[in-house]
């Protein structure tokens, strides 16, 4: 099922959105690109969670894709959102995250100053030094990891090299340092720390946050 309202102007970016289970995350994730400096972006959203986002409507002024389905994985949900894509340029990030106001407008600064292909955003997190929480961040890790829960990628290149490789979800770990590094076989993908989000820590009692897992 899906409720599609593009505009008839070609987005310049993508905004690829997988979500499962957390409908309140993502209500505080859409309200966050409601605040966009740069506004010419569409959303894709491909939620498997077991019932479907009831607040759509809420979001009607944003330019907004939604797909509901029963197929678990965020690899897959990346991969399909992708399709659906009509930006020149695709931005990853987490149904639990908040991006700054200006995250897409220094984003598209960088790909109008240089010739790149992509760009390693800044991940900032929270509970850094408590052993109940997996911090979700890129600092100290950069150049190396190319987190989606901020990477952006050109689409004409994702969709060169086949997108994700689905061979790394169940769990799902490292499939986006795969992308970038095939994605450096193009052009350049620098970090830059004014392209952020935040991503909150995720308690390890969560089974697929464990250090088990």
């Known amino acids: 099922r899906k409720l599609q309202q593009h505009t008839n102007a070609k987005p310049y970016f993508s905004i690829i959105i997988p979500s499962y289970e957390r409908h309140d995350k993502l209500n505080e994730l859409l309200e966050s690109l409601r605040h966009q400096r740069y506004s010419n972006f569409e959303i894709i959203i491909v939620d498997q969670s077991k019932n479907e986002w009831k607040q759509k409507e809420d979001f009607s002024d944003l330019n907004l894709f939604y797909l509901h389905t029963n197929i678990i994985g965020a690899i897959n949900a990346r991969n399909t959102a992708a399709f659906y894509t009509q930006g020149d340029v695709l931005a990853f990030t987490d149904d639990d995250c908040i991006p700054s106001p200006e995250w897409l407008n220094n984003a598209k600064l960088l790909f109008d100053k240089g010739d790149i292909i992509g760009i390693e955003g800044l991940i900032k997190s ?12 890129n600092e100290g890790f950069t ?6 829960a901020n990477l952006f990628l050109s689409s004409e290149i994702f969709h060169r090299i086949n997108g994700f490789d689905e061979r790394f979800d169940h769990p799902h770990f490292r499939e986006d340092t795969d992308l970038a590094w095939r994605a450096l076989e193009f052009g350049d993908i620098p970090f830059n720390d004014k392209v952020w989000v935040f991503h909150p820590a995720h308690l390890r009692t969560i089974k697929r946050e464990s250090l088990a897992e």
């Open 143 to 148: 150049g190396i990891g190319f987190m989606t």
């Open 126 to 137: 929270d509970k850094l030094n408590d052993p109940s929480y997996r911090p979700v961040t």
